[in-house]
């Protein structure tokens, strides 16, 4: 059952990533070329707090497992990433991250849209929109990722985090409104 003390930091949480990825699409779009690094870095602390967030929404009965799935494949981009520099310092360019990040927001939005048709999670409208912005996202970065610049990299990376942020929000939120229901409606 859901402590009254988990569901708000949760919560705040989601709103925390929809923060940061608002900052990174401002950044992004208003400081001109902000630099790969410091955007991989940004979805790599993103992940992590969406992965804090999963476990306790998973720990506490709550629809936790696309934060969790989500967050380890951001996480994984930066660690491949990183782990790459030593054989190619060109891995911390725009292209390669670009079709990471592509990569990452294909199998979320994939992972997303299949736990909405077989689980229907009670906080289905967030689900769906982060469902729908990261394979609109795949789509973008799968298209251009060759030509990819820091600003797109940003962008993209930003509106994924916002996305994640406010579908973390809403799972909270569906548990915080209804502890005594499941958290799928099977």
């Known amino acids: 059952?859901?402590?009254?003390?988990h569901r708000p930091w949760t919560f705040l949480g989601g709103v925390l990533l929809a923060a940061l990825g608002l900052a990174l699409v401002l950044a992004s779009q208003l400081l001109g070329e902000l630099s790969v690094p410091a955007t991989?870095?940004?979805?790599?602390v993103a992940a992590a707090v969406e992965l804090a967030g999963g476990e306790s929404l998973r720990r506490h009965g709550g629809a936790g497992m696309s934060h969790l799935v989500s967050a380890v494949l951001v996480g994984g981009l930066g660690f491949v990433l990183v782990g790459s520099?030593?054989?190619d310092p060109r891995?911390?360019?725009?292209?390669?991250?670009?079709?990471?990040?592509?990569?990452?927001c294909a199998v979320n939005g994939t992972f997303r849209a299949v736990d909405l048709a077989a689980d229907r999670p009670r906080a289905w409208a967030s689900e769906a929109l982060d469902a729908a912005v990261s394979l609109v996202l795949a789509v973008v970065l799968f298209a251009g990722w060759r030509e990819a610049t820091?600003?797109?990299?940003?962008?993209?990376?930003?509106?994924?985090?916002?996305a994640g942020?406010?579908?973390l929000a809403g799972s909270a939120r569906a548990l915080w409104k209804h502890p005594e229901l499941t958290a799928y409606a099977r």
């Open 85 to 87: 520099l030593a054989y």
């Open 165 to 167: 942020g406010l579908a």
């Open 91 to 104: 891995m911390l360019t725009p292209a390669p991250v670009a079709m990471f990040l592509g990569l990452a």
């Open 40 to 44: 991989l870095l940004t979805l790599v």
């Open 150 to 162: 820091p600003g797109l990299v940003g962008l993209t990376g930003g509106l994924d985090v916002l």
């Open 1 to 5: 059952m859901p402590t009254s003390l």
